[in-house]
Nanobody
Framework: QTQLVESGGGLVQPGGSLRLSCAASGFTFSRFPMSWYRQNPGKERELVATINSAGRPTKYADSVKGRFTVSRDNAKNTVYLQMNSLIPEDTAVYYC?????????WGQGTQVTVSS
């Protein structure tokens, strides 16, 4: 059973940092690219970053370039999102995502709130 479990969200002040983790199970993690998305109520889910199976980031949203870094540890079946210089506009529920064959899998999400 494919499962993605995010963690690491929370409340942080503007300018602060957080690292999100997504633990994957139920598939051969090292074979597939992974992505982070975020969403606010009433808005579409937005792609934040994608990393290929070998660990090379292939996509960042313009709004996070230079501030966020996506990485993965294939030995731990985990993908990370390091978020620095956070701003209030980064407030959202963050999801990890995997496209496996014809199926798309999502985690349950983790809330990130940037506020003073």
């Amino acid at each position: 059973q494919t499962q993605l479990v995010e963690s690491g969200g929370g409340l942080v002040q503007p300018g602060g940092s957080l690292r999100l983790s997504c633990a994957a199970s139920g598939f051969t993690f090292s074979r597939f690219p992974m992505s982070w998305y975020r969403q606010n109520p009433g808005k579409e889910r937005e792609l934040v970053a994608t990393i290929n199976s070998a660990g090379r980031p292939t996509k960042y949203a313009d709004s996070v370039k230079g501030r966020f870094t996506v990485s993965r540890d294939n030995a731990k079946n985990t993908v990370y999102l390091q978020m620095n210089s956070l701003i209030p506009e980064d407030t959202a529920v963050y999801y990890c995502e995997a496209d496996i064959g014809l199926n798309t899998y999502w985690g349950q999400g983790t809330q990130v709130t940037v506020s003073s």
